[in-house]
């Protein structure tokens, strides 16, 4: 099974750029989709289709995609984007969705 | 707008089913742009893709629930359910319902709230 790999924990001072990796074999061949999801709320879509944002997710939040990983770039960071974020993509070898393990953002 | 809302019961006693049921608002669920998930969330743990059901009405599951996983789809209602049989105590969490854009390889663009289920005797 496709497995996606991604750090447990991220910290970032406000103002600074956050760089979260996620890892998996070849998943540049993959649609990559990110999600943000604060505490005790339904996670939220903030990147598709490896770099396109949804309506109303500020340009502060971009991506990219190439080779093995993956990598949502968050920058000048506030305190407001301190959440997990997942990464996702769909298996097409099983037609199954995967998601990364998360990684928790801290602004420090 | 389209919005999902999950219901169910909130606790379950252990090797009985849990069933749970989305509704969906500001769309048909019959259309053929979309497809329809369910991803759960053990407490303080990630997301885990449970299974996705096509417009077509095909479905997918994950491997390692397949064997206790249904999902279904009510046109009249608008509606699509899951079903999960033999529950322990594993599987509390936060269910949450999804909907993906045409193609399985889509993003979950919209979810429900989610609804917290408790295995427990």
């Known amino acids: 099974s496709y497995v996606l790999t991604q750090p447990p924990s991220v910290s970032v001072a406000p103002g600074k750029t956050a760089r979260l990796p996620c890892g998996g074999n070849?998943?540049?061949?993959?649609?990559v989709h990110w999600y943000q999801q604060k505490p005790g709320q339904a996670p939220v879509l903030v990147v598709y289709?490896?770099?396109d944002r949804p309506s109303g997710i500020p340009e502060r939040f971009s991506a990219s995609n190439s080779g093995n990983t993956a990598t949502l770039t968050i920058t000048r960071v506030q305190a407001g984007d301190e959440a997990d974020y997942y990464c996702?993509?769909?298996?097409?070898?099983?037609?199954?969705?995967?998601f990364g393990g998360g990684t928790k953002l801290t602004v420090l | 707008q389209l919005r999902l809302q999950e219901s169910g019961p909130g606790l379950v006693k252990p090797s009985e089913t849990l069933s749970l049921t989305c509704t969906v608002s500001?769309?048909?669920?019959?259309?053929?742009?979309?497809?329809w998930g369910w991803i759960r969330q053990p407490p303080g743990k990630g997301l885990e893709w449970i299974g996705s059901?096509?417009?077509?009405?095909?479905?997918h599951y994950t491997p390692s629930l397949k064997s206790r996983v249904t999902i279904s789809v009510d046109p009249s209602e608008n509606q699509f359910s899951l079903k999960m049989t033999s529950v322990t105590a594993a599987d509390s969490a936060v269910y949450y319902c999804?909907?993906?854009?045409?193609?399985?390889?889509?993003?979950?663009?919209?979810w429900g709230q989610g609804t917290l289920v408790t295995v427990s005797s």
């Open positions: 999804a909907r993906q854009n045409s193609r399985p390889d889509k993003a979950f663009y919209d």
């Open positions: 500001g769309a048909f669920i019959s259309s053929s742009s979309y497809y």
């Open positions: 059901l096509s417009y077509s009405g095909d479905t």
């Open positions: 070849n998943i540049g061949s993959k649609s």
């Open positions: 289709d490896d770099t």
């Open positions: 996702q993509v769909w298996d097409n070898s099983g037609d199954v969705r995967v």
